[in-house]
Nanobody
């Protein structure tokens, strides 16, 4: 697993947009499927969006479909999450990770244990 460093969070109003970035150190970035996870207050950490190694296969959690877009830049070794039409319920700490194995399809993101988490980036959406 690559060591992640997330950035781009902030405090915004409902309806605003943010773009999260995740820099992943280490080799073979292009060979990893990866994902964005979030931990909302009082809830367990969950997968928000995942992207396959081809940059095309992508999964979105139901509540973010149509609002969030995941993408990757293999040359820069950066994973992005564009978040639009933000809602108060999107508030939480966002993390990226590269668990292995990780299988990404349109309706599912299955992954193994995640042993290395970054510090995360906080997203706070006020109503």
């Amino acid at each position: 697993q690559l060591q992640p460093m997330e950035s781009g969070g902030g405090t915004v109003q409902a309806g605003d947009s943010l773009t999260l970035s995740c820099t992943l150190s280490g080799l073979s970035f292009a060979g990893y499927a990866m994902g964005w996870f979030r931990q909302r207050p009082g809830k367990e950490r969950e997968a928000v969006s995942c992207i396959g190694t081809n940059g095309v296969d992508a999964y979105y959690e139901d509540s973010v479909k149509g609002r969030f877009t995941i993408s990757r830049d293999n040359a820069k070794k950066i994973l992005y999450l564009r978040m639009e039409s933000l809602r108060p319920e999107d508030t939480g700490m966002y993390y990226c990770a590269t668990p292995t194995p990780m299988v990404v399809q349109r309706n599912t993101c299955q992954y193994g244990a995640i042993n290395s988490w970054g510090q995360g980036t906080q997203v706070t959406v006020s109503s």
